[in-house]
T-cell receptor, first 115, second 114 residues
Framework: NAGVTQTPKFQVLKTGQSMTLQCAQDMNHEYMSWYRQDPGMGLRLIHYSVGAGITDQGEVPNGYNVSRSTTEDFPLRLLSAAPSQTSVYFC??????????????FGPGTRLTVL | AQTVTQSQPEMSVQEAETVTLSCTYDTSENNYYLFWYKQPPSRQMILVIRQEAYKQQNATENRFSVNFQKAAKSFSLKISDSQLGDTAMYFCASTGGGADGLTFGKGTHLIIQP
């Protein structure tokens, strides 16, 4: 049981490049989400999904796309990276029945730098 | 919209001392949960303790306890007998705004001095 995995751990991009941050979980959790963590800002929700085929926007969705074709995977796409997207990105998951009442399971994070 | 406020950017105490981290929140929800997460230098987010708003009894997990004041919308974390391994960022978070996950405070960097 690997929990929540994220790849890559580190990435450097140039402005305008595109990339996909991968997130996978093997706990059969319906709920998955993406957060970004900036210095002095805490974690802010980008997008979330309550099941395969269903996604919705969080607090800071601009510049990011997501899709959920399977229960296990929830990739985050940056179509045209900007320096303002330099951040640490966390993926999290939980059972849908406890998304509001219990802990979410966080991945180890991806540190992204956009030059 | 929910807000979570942590007013102490950084705190430093000696090993074995007791330290209290402050958190206030604002929500219009009737039922919600409050959490404290620890983030050590490894970046891993680790749940420390959680509190259901409907429960008046303060949650306790070993050396960690909370002081939950619902009317004041306050949710402080007390760490007793602090240890060097407690050095980390601590985030207060709340749910209750629908399925859109957690609202986090900006964090408190706690340093335990030997």
């Amino acid at each position: 049981n690997a929990g929540v995995t994220q790849t890559p751990k580190f990435q450097v991009l140039k402005t305008g490049q595109s990339m996909t941050l991968q997130c996978a979980q093997d706990m059969n959790h319906e709920y998955m989400s993406w957060y970004r963590q900036d210095p002095g800002m805490g974690l802010r929700l980008i997008h979330y999904s309550v099941g395969a085929g269903i996604t919705d926007q969080g607090e800071v969705p601009n510049g990011y796309n997501v899709s959920r074709s399977t229960t296990e995977d929830f990739p985050l796409r940056l179509l045209s990276a900007a320096p303002s997207q330099t951040s640490v990105y966390f993926c999290a998951s939980s059972p849908l029945t406890s998304v509001l009442t219990d802990t979410q399971y966080f991945g180890p994070g991806t540190r992204l730098t956009v030059l | 919209a929910q807000t979570v406020t942590q007013s102490q950017p950084e705190m430093s105490v000696q090993e074995a001392e007791t330290v209290t981290l402050s958190c206030t929140y604002d929500t219009s929800e009737n039922n919600y949960y409050l959490f404290w997460y620890k983030q050590p230098p490894s970046r891993q987010m680790i749940l420390v303790i959680r509190q259901e708003a409907y429960k008046q009894q303060n949650a306790t997990e070993n050396r960690f306890s909370v002081n939950f004041q619902k009317a004041a919308k306050s949710f402080s974390l007390k760490i007793s007998d602090s240890q060097l391994g407690d050095t980390a960022m601590y985030f207060c978070a709340s749910t209750g705004g629908g399925a859109d996950g957690l609202t986090f405070g900006k964090g408190t960097h706690l340093i335990i001095q030997p």
